[in-house]
């Protein structure tokens, strides 16, 4: 027997309003919203639920998992998510594989993947 993920949870002070950001990011909507203290969106295409959950404390240091995303123009949704909000953190590259590491309004880190610099 082995466990399969479900869906990936963002902890963050207002859901609702961080709906809107990662709803116009992923392209998909809110699908339940628990008295605005727990969202969960539609999983996008290809893509697990993404949950929205309000926790009192405010984000501290880095993120110890995070979600990559990948993309053929990674240059140009990097750019499409700074202008929803996000704001780019850094630029990795290794032998075979380029990254943008950026925080979602709230200051969760993630990953885009994918295409050319």
């Given at each position: 027997m082995a466990i399969h993920m479900g869906m990936i949870t963002i902890?963050?002070?207002?859901?609702r309003g961080l709906a809107e950001f990662w709803t116009a990011a992923l392209g998909t909507t809110v699908a339940q919203d628990y008295a605005?203290?727990?969202?969960?969106?539609a999983p996008p295409e290809g893509g697990l639920p993404?949950?929205?959950?309000?926790?009192?404390?405010?984000r501290a240091g880095k993120n110890?998992?995070?979600?990559?995303?990948?993309?053929d123009d990674r240059a140009a949704e990097v750019k499409r998510l700074v202008e929803l909000g996000?704001?780019?953190?850094?630029?990795?590259?290794?032998?075979?594989?380029a990254w943008?590491?950026?925080t979602d309004p709230e200051g969760n880190e993630f990953c885009v993947s994918?295409?050319?610099?």
């Open positions: 902890d963050c002070a207002d859901p605005g203290e727990f969202l969960v969106l993404l949950g929205l959950q309000r926790v009192p404390e405010p110890r998992v995070h979600v990559d995303f990948g993309g996000a704001k780019e953190v850094a630029e990795h590259d290794v032998p075979g594989l943008t590491v950026l994918g295409g050319e610099h």
